[in-house]
């Protein structure tokens, strides 16, 4: 990037606090504002500054707030000499997958990672989850807030690690799915009551045979931000080999991969556990997560949930233009008898049985015919009936 000499005049002369200018220029960034960065210095100017010339050291103010701008705008995940450590110990014994796995993370800038701050427009889409989601009203003021506060101080989106615990089908992992979607957030979803092995999550010593890099730190690798969100559904379904990983993970700031030896920044990571049973999670983690009760949806409740569902599949699928932009209050009735998720494989499949013949009337209103449905269960799963 390059400043214009009346910038540079402006940070010679008034030698501008760099890390002030950094930070208004980064936000001016992230609204997608970047061709006005030289209203920042104009904004700054006192109005009876004169005219003076350029000092020769206005070139070291330049390269100074450039070098403190790419520090705001990105945040190191790992340390680089950790990997060429790695590089200079292994040896031909180990995997050719350790080798291109260390050759991957030592190549220039790759130990960078963006920093995720949500816009206004993305605080007030998650504000308004609170009428589509009204049984867990305290689990979206929590990341409104969460995000609200990043968007002001221009610091990463963060929050304490959550615990949704309620029965099953009441809408907690469709509320992460809808977060993941309006922040565009590098997410990984683990289900941990099919993880088996006590290596999955933190990688396999280098020297088994089969080893590789863990769950828990090739998300970090493959995402582009330093603040990704990682959510562990059936948390309450784990193995006991399991927790003690989960908890370093939640504790500490940074977390040892294994196979790599190399140890990754964990400190901004966001993280959801979701329960049926929270009584089930071993005290020492269940105690360093903020719990959150997530109550089984009413008539009313759940059939808000529906449409939300609905609204995602819709979405999702970029077909707004398509389908109409609320179900009807029939459509409602029918799918309440279900789960929310068996509501969403539902969904999904009536919109494409309605697509078949009947675009061309578009906007499409979903019909009885569209549904492949089973007969409702007579106990419903995740609601109370009135």
């Avoid at 106990?379 to 009936?385: A, C, L, R, T, V």
Wanted: hydrophobic residues 40%; glycine residues 4%; contains cysteine.
């Amino acid at each position: 990037m390059k400043f214009n000499n009346q910038e540079l005049k402006f940070v010679s002369q008034y030698r501008v606090t760099i890390s002030e200018t950094a930070n208004r220029l980064h936000r001016a960034r992230l609204e997608g504002e970047a061709e006005r960065r030289s209203s920042v210095f104009t904004d700054l100017k006192p109005d009876h500054l004169e005219d003076t010339p350029i000092e020769d050291s206005a070139k070291q103010d330049e390269m100074l707030i450039e070098t403190e701008i790419e520090d705001i705008q990105t945040l190191d995940l790992y340390d680089l000499s950790q990997v060429a450590t790695q590089q200079e110990l292994i040896t031909d014994i180990y995997s050719s997958d350790l080798s291109d796995w260390l050759a991957r993370l030592n190549k220039t800038q790759a130990n960078k990672r963006k920093i995720l701050i949500p816009n206004n427009a993305q605080v007030e889409q998650i504000l308004a989850l609170q009428a589509e989601f009204p049984n867990q009203t305290a689990a979206v003021q929590i990341l409104a807030g969460a995000a609200k506060m990043s968007l002001n101080t221009a610091e990463p989106f963060y929050f304490p690690p959550l615990l949704l615990d309620g029965p099953p089908g009441c809408g907690k992992t469709e509320l992460t799915r809808r977060i993941t979607k309006i922040l565009g957030l590098a997410t990984s979803v683990l289900h941990l009551g099919a993880v088996d092995g006590r290596f999955e999550l933190p990688g396999g010593h280098r020297s088994y045979r089969g080893a590789t890099v863990g769950s828990l730190c090739k998300p970090l690798i493959d995402s582009e931000f330093i603040n990704p969100l990682f959510v562990f559904d059936d948390a309450d379904q784990a193995s006991d080999k399991v927790y003690s990983n989960l908890l370093q993970f939640v504790e500490d700031k940074s977390f040892r991969d294994h196979f790599l030896d190399i140890e990754f920044n964990t400190q901004h990571t966001n993280k959801i556990f979701i329960t049926n049973d929270k009584n089930s999670l071993p005290d020492a983690l269940r105690s360093r997560l903020f719990d959150i009760a997530v109550d089984q949806p009413d008539s009313i409740q759940k059939k808000k949930l529906i449409g939300s569902i609905y609204s995602s599949v819709i979405r999702s699928r970029n077909f707004e233009s398509h389908f109409d932009p609320n179900l009807s209050e029939d459509m409602l009735d029918l799918l309440s008898g279900f789960s929310l998720r068996d509501i969403r494989k539902n969904i999904e499949i009536a919109v494409l049985r309605a697509s078949i013949d009947r675009l061309s009337c578009a906007p499409i209103s979903l019909r009885e015919q569209d549904f492949l449905l089973p007969a409702a269960p007579k106990q419903s799963i995740g609601f109370i009936s009135e």
